[in-house]
């Protein structure tokens, strides 16, 4: 039983050479599966953000926080609609273009969240940009000065132009 267990002099040291080897891998992969995971929730956190703005828009409701309740209808949508992206590893932009507010006709919501991942080890799809846009009819109709299309700024080298 003893002849089992015991090591010659050249194998002593080889259990930490495997680990180095096997562990690299094993926290690639596990860094990995964080960074995407939180992308992933960025990405549905953006379109559910979205969705929700664009029904708060056509029925004009935009909830009780107290730090959106000052500016146009479009800007306080604009930030409850930040709020309701919470993006966990990147910053929120929101678009809205509702210039010709009458009942009947659609309000578009617009979002990018530049995620670049909260490790930085891996390369993120789209250059890191996750953009969703919902456009929905107007339910009810207020005077048309409340609303105007409007849009946070943007950093160097992104635009709204997927969003009209």
Avoid at 8 to 16: C, F, M, P, V
Avoid at 58 to 83: H, I, M, P, Q
Avoid at 111 to 119: F, Q, T
Wanted: aromatic share 8%.
């Amino acid at each position: 039983m003893h002849a089992l267990t015991r090591r010659s002099r050249h194998e002593e040291g080889a259990a930490a050479v495997e680990f180095a080897l096997v562990s690299s891998v094993l926290f690639l992969v596990l860094f990995g599966m964080i960074q995407y995971g939180l992308w992933f929730s960025d990405s549905l956190s953006t379109r559910q953000g979205v969705r929700e703005g664009a029904r708060h828009a056509v029925v004009e409701s935009f909830g009780y926080d107290a730090s959106c309740t000052t500016g146009t209808n479009s800007a306080r949508l604009r930030c409850s609609t930040r709020k309701d992206i919470g993006a966990i590893a990147g910053t929120p932009y929101v678009k809205v273009n509702a210039a010709n507010w009458q009942k009947g006709k659609a309000v578009v919501v617009c979002a990018m969240v530049k995620a670049d991942g909260a490790l930085g080890l891996l390369p993120m799809p789209n250059g890191g940009w996750i953009t969703s846009k919902t456009q929905m009819s107007i339910e009810q109709a207020t005077q048309a000065g409340a609303w105007t299309n409007t849009a946070d700024a943007l950093p160097a080298g992104a635009t709204w132009d997927w969003c009209s």
